[in-house]
Every structure is written in C-alpha cells, then in structure tokens.
C-alpha cells in the first residue's frame, strides 16, 4: 500500500491548475489570429469589389489574399497549442463569412451599390464578423 497524504493530493492539484493556466495562456494568440482572419476577409472583399472588378487584377487580388490566408494558417501551425474546438471556429466562420457573401449580402450589395467603397466596407465589416465573434469567445474562455 502506498502511503499518500493530504499534502500530496494538494501538492498535485496545484500542479494541475500551473498546467492548466500555462495552457490557456500558451493558446491566446488563436484569438488573434482570428482577428487577422476577419481583416483578410475584410480587405479580400473591398479589393475584388470596389478597386479590383473584374478581369486579370481580380484574379491578382484574389492570389494575393490567398497567399495572406496560406501565410497566416502556416504561422498558425507553428503553434504547439490551439485552444478547445480550434478547427470548429476556424470551418465555421469561413462558412459563414463565404456563404453569405456569396448568397445574401454581396449579391445585394453589388445590386444596390455597385463598387461603393463606403457600401462594401460596411458590409464586409458585417461579413467578417463571424471571426471576430469567434475570436472573442476564443479569447473568452483563455
């Protein structure tokens, strides 16, 4: 039989709690990095909408922020910790922010406004804003 103690059930579960502060606090920068996520969304969306429409620039644009969001999730995967549902954050606010641009607000936007910087950046603001909730329930729980 082993002899434990008190001390030592105390002595673990502060080990645990040093553990699980240093975890949450090494997975922060994935609430940051959804941010970045919303401003390439944001940015990607005035670009082919208002200053690149249509043609080889668009194309160039749409490269361009490509590469940004290949960039950022390579920067992302040199991270040894990703907080609890990471990739459910990530799938869902790609969907979200895509689907509707595709479907309701761009559509409308673009019928309504033409190549309107003010109309665009309006909603691409309300566009991204599926990374931003998302970074904020991230950084909430870290």
Do not use: N
Not at 19 to 27: N, P
Not at 68 to 85: K, N, Q
Not at 110 to 135: I, Y
């Amino acid at each position: 039989m082993t002899d434990h103690t008190t001390s030592d059930a105390h002595a673990a579960l502060r080990g645990a709690s040093r553990a699980e502060r240093r975890t949450r606090a090494a997975s922060r920068w994935f609430s940051r990095y959804l941010l970045l996520m919303g401003a390439l969304a944001i940015g990607h969306i005035v670009s082919v909408e208002v200053y690149f429409t249509s043609g080889a620039a668009r194309v160039a644009a749409a490269a361009c922020w490509a590469l940004a969001v290949v960039a950022l999730g390579l920067w992302a995967e040199t991270h040894d910790v990703f907080p609890e549902r990471a990739g459910r954050h990530v799938v869902i606010a790609v969907a979200v922010w895509y689907g509707c641009y595709l479907v309701a607000l761009g559509p409308i936007v673009r019928w309504q406004a033409g190549t309107s910087l003010g109309w665009w950046t309006a909603a691409a603001v309300v566009l991204a804003a599926p990374f931003f909730v998302a970074a904020w329930r991230v950084w909430r729980r870290s």
